[in-house]
């Protein structure tokens, strides 16, 4: 099971700090991705961290602002999103995926077999 949260309402150039906290699993044993869904879009992948740790990936969209960590004794993941846009306006989800997937596929939300309830991000002054 996982939980997202932290979302909320952010002024241009914000940051905030989202959680995904699994329970269930350890996260050393999944990897976990975060995707967005904006209103009339499809959801897209944002970042996605490897369970080893080592490897992190990022949509083009979102590198050198976001950055995915995680805390293995809270078994949370984190996506710390700075210099937010309108254009980061969506709802958060965060998923997790037995597989280790690739730079071509950690962003397809057909490998993920279990998903959080999402968390609104709002970026508007």
């Known amino acids: 099971q996982l939980q997202a949260s932290g979302g909320g309402l952010v002024q241009p150039g914000g940051s905030l700090r989202l959680s995904c906290t699994v329970s269930?699993?350890?996260?050393?044993?999944?990897?976990i991705g975060w995707f967005r869904q904006a209103p009339g879009k499809e959801r897209e992948g944002v970042s996605y961290i490897h369970s080893s740790g080592s490897r992190r990936q990022y949509a083009r969209s979102v590198k050198d602002r976001f950055t995915i960590s995680r805390d293995m004794g809270k078994n949370t993941v984190y996506l710390q999103m700075n210099s937010l846009q309108p254009e980061d306006t969506a709802v958060y989800y965060c998923?997790?995926?037995?597989?280790?997937?690739?730079?071509?596929?950690?962003?397809?939300?057909?490998?993920?077999?279990?998903w959080g309830q999402g968390t609104l991000v709002t970026v508007s002054s």
């Open positions: 269930g699993d350890l996260l050393d044993r999944i990897n």
């Open positions: 998923a997790k995926t037995p597989y280790s997937l690739i730079t071509s596929t950690w962003g397809d939300a057909q490998w993920y077999d279990s």
